[in-house]
């Protein structure tokens, strides 16, 4: 029968690799974590993980493509809560349902936001940036992913708590901004820290604050925003693995599995916790969980989007 044939299937899954859809460019936090944990759960699901990069319009192009493919547990998503959770605010004509058109897996791991410049800004402290900003407002440039990402969402509060309208130029990923930022091309970003450590080590961009509620512990010495007297622009930002509407339980049981092995390896760990990332706590690791938090920043995010007035432009 039917039922038999389906039992079969999912007691063979994986049958063959699997796709993990990173929506955004190689080098940004996405990327970043969502090959730290592929390379982990391929080694527990006897297949290869594979990343491929859809990037584009702030993942909503990736994301789109997982919630079309076959709900079996083959094509899966690392989506991180901007296109995830801000898209539906700003995207009327979204192609899929962030909340109802995926069979959440787990929260890999978040990471605060932190602002970093290029080394030609003349600035060591939020205070001196708000300043330099506010007077070379038509001079300065302000990367981010595409509108709806993190990057642009945390910049744009920024940027109205500073009272400046800058130029925003959108990559289609931190990684390839990260790299203008360094070049010099472009004065500043607001992404995950998992992405800038590289760089803030090498003294390549300069972090002036933590976007978040409390300072990192691999850069203890960068204060919050809040510490720097602008609160209220706090963002900390979960990438999590989603798999499209349908897969059936007992694959989302497996690949959840292979998550929390994943997360919870002490090397692996230790790369999270290097590069400023944290996997969840134990109560935050269910699909269950990332179920409840995901609809909760829709809801939160959304408030956020429409009272700040941001648009896709
Ligand atoms: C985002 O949250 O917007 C993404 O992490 C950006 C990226 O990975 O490039």
Redesign the pocket.
Known sequence: TLGTAQALAQQAFPSRYITMI????P??????VGRIVAEHMSRTLGQQVVIENV?GV??TIGAGRVAKAAPDGHTILVG????MSFSPALYPKLAFNPLSDFEPIGIAASAPIMLVTNNAIPATKLSEFADHVKANAGALTNG???V?????LACLLLNNRVGVSVTLVP?????P?LQDVVSGQVGYLC??V??LMSQVQAKTVKPLAVLAPTRSPVLPDVPTASEAGMSGIDMV?W?ALFAPKGTPPEVIEKLNSALIKAITDPASRERFLQLGAEPPPDTQRSPQALREIHAADVAKWGEVIRSANVSVE
């Open positions: 990173v929506p955004f460019a080098g940004g936090p996405t990327d970043i990037a702030a993942g991180p809560m901007s296109t981010n992913a595409g709806g990402s993190t990057s642009h990559y289609r990923g931190t990684g901004a992404d995950q998992t992405s930002v990438n």
